[in-house]
């Protein structure tokens, strides 16, 4: 009697540990979920106002259309901002690694540098307030790119108002980093 008695505690503490690591995998996915990164957009860029925000696999998607194949990572956001001066569009990609925001980012310039005839009618690197900024010029637009850590920002912007839009967005990125 004794031996079955024994038989039914090791059992028990057998299921009671297989429950409490299921419980403890369970809570650890969730933890992680939660840690995922929340990408914000300014609510403005000076007089610029944010009027449309698009997020997770629909802006993944977008991104990826426009580049015609899978070029974003998992987590992206698109801001559509208006004004009564121009519009514009930010396109911004959160990577895993600041690397490969790095490698993404000179891929991209130098892709662009180097293209014949494509979109871009003009490619100029510079600097503003610390970053290393591109600026293309295509489709009757600015298009701006720089990066802030895992951070990769894409601005489409209407000519009268692109420079001091650039300028204001790099001051509000790296000012909240």
Same mark, same amino acid.
């Given at each position: 009697?004794?031996?079955?008695?024994?038989?039914?505690? $090791?059992?028990?503490?057998? $299921?009671?540990?297989?429950?409490?690591? %299921?419980?403890? =995998?369970?809570?650890?996915?969730?933890?992680?979920?939660?840690?995922?990164?929340?990408?914000?957009?300014?609510?403005?860029?000076?007089?610029?106002?944010?009027?449309?925000?698009?997020?997770?696999?629909?802006?993944? @998607?977008? $991104?990826?259309?426009?580049? +015609?194949?899978? $070029?974003?990572?998992?987590?992206?956001?698109?801001?559509?901002?208006?004004?009564?001066?121009?519009?514009?569009?930010?396109?911004?990609?959160?990577?895993?690694?600041?690397?490969? =925001? /790095?490698?993404?980012?000179?891929?991209?310039?130098?892709?662009?540098?180097?293209? *014949?005839?494509?979109?871009?009618?003009?490619?100029?690197?510079?600097?503003?307030? @610390?970053?290393? /900024?591109?600026? %293309?010029?295509?489709?009757?637009?600015?298009?701006?790119?720089?990066?802030?850590?895992?951070?990769?920002?894409? +601005?489409?912007?209407?000519?009268?108002?692109? *420079? =001091?839009?650039?300028?204001?967005? /790099?001051?509000?990125?790296?000012?909240?980093?």
């Amino acid at each position: 009697m004794s031996d079955v008695s024994l038989r039914e505690i $090791v059992t028990r503490k057998r $299921v009671a540990l297989g429950v409490g690591i %299921c419980i403890a =995998a369970a809570i650890f996915f969730f933890l992680a979920k939660l840690q995922r990164v929340s990408l914000a957009l300014p609510k403005s860029i000076l007089q610029l106002h944010l009027n449309e925000e698009i997020r997770g696999n629909e802006a993944r @998607g977008i $991104v990826d259309k426009m580049h +015609l194949k899978s $070029v974003s990572p998992d987590e992206n956001v698109i801001g559509m901002y208006r004004s009564s001066n121009g519009d514009a569009a930010l396109y911004l990609s959160h990577y895993e690694t600041s690397e490969a =925001a /790095v490698d993404q980012f000179e891929k991209m310039a130098r892709l662009i540098r180097d293209e *014949q005839g494509g979109v871009f009618t003009l490619v100029r690197e510079m600097q503003t307030q @610390g970053r290393k /900024v591109y600026l %293309c010029l295509g489709l009757g637009q600015a298009h701006y790119f720089f990066l802030t850590g895992k951070d990769l920002y894409w +601005l489409v912007v209407d000519l009268p108002i692109a *420079q =001091a839009s650039m300028q204001e967005l /790099v001051r509000l990125v790296t000012n909240t980093k």
